[in-house]
């Protein structure tokens, strides 16, 4: 009776379980800047980026201690990567030293 049983049960297709992982990501999408002008503390720069999926896009820029102004663009997306231009602009001003 039981080989029986066995042999009706032979045939019989047994569901198999599938597990599909499902990534859902959202679209990274934003933009932003800011700025701060402190004249007292000379602490003078802004920014401003923004993104659209995996490219970014923006530049920041500062006054630096000795008055010339450090301006940065840069691009980055996942098939060029980090791509940054350097620029700086205006005149140093070095502090006067008086001798005694």
């Not at 080989?3 to 597990?19: D, G, K, S, T």
Request: no cysteine; proline share 4%.
């Amino acid at each position: 009776m039981v080989a029986a049983a066995l042999a009706q049960y032979h045939h019989v297709a047994l569901p198999v379980e599938h597990h599909v992982e499902e990534h859902h990501h959202a679209h990274p999408k934003y933009e932003f800047k800011y700025g701060v002008k402190d004249e007292h503390t000379h602490d003078i720069k802004e920014q401003h980026e923004k993104r659209d999926g995996d490219k970014v896009e923006g530049y920041y820029k500062l006054v630096e201690p000795d008055g010339t102004t450090r301006t940065v663009h840069y691009t980055a997306d996942h098939h060029t990567g980090f791509h940054a231009q350097v620029v700086r602009s205006g005149h140093a001003v070095h502090p006067v030293h008086h001798h005694h």
